[in-house]
Nanobody, 122 residues
Framework: QVQLVESGGGLVQAGGSLRLSCAASGRTVSDYTMAWFRQFPGKEREFVAGIRRNPDTTNYVDSVKGRFTISRDVAKNTVYLQMNSLKPEDTAVYYC???????????????WGKGTLVTVSS
């Protein structure tokens, strides 16, 4: 079992950057496919970015390609989401998730963090 704790959210102006962190405990992040999801008010949680284990294949939702980068630091047992060129429409609660397999979809995630709020002002 793994516990996930997100941090790094906050308020930023449009065009700015934030880096979200997902610190894992209990197991190593290299044992899982790790992903970031986000949830807009009144909407279902949606996939943002993911990184598979061995090899580190990555995947992104089209709306963040070229702006967001997911990465994994095994030594720190942490997964990051670097978010650049932020837009007001990126405002959401961002969640870290992990699953034993190689799927990206929400229903296949085994573990979740509690989320961190990102607010992008125009």
């Amino acid at each position: 079992q793994v516990q996930l704790v997100e941090s790094g959210g906050g308020l930023v102006q449009a065009g700015g950057s934030l880096r979200l962190s997902c610190a894992a405990s209990g197991r190593t992040v290299s044992d899982y496919t790790m992903a970031w999801f986000r949830q807009f008010p009144g909407k279902e949680r949606e996939f943002v970015a993911g990184i598979r284990r061995n090899p580190d294949t990555t995947n992104y939702v089209d709306s963040v390609k070229g702006r967001f980068t997911i990465s994994r630091d095994v030594a720190k047992n942490t997964v990051y989401l670097q978010m650049n060129s932020l837009k007001p429409e990126d405002t959401a609660v961002y969640y870290c998730a992990a699953n034993y397999g190689s799927r990206w979809s929400l229903q296949f995630m085994d573990y979740w963090g509690k989320g961190t709020l990102v607010t992008v002002s125009s």
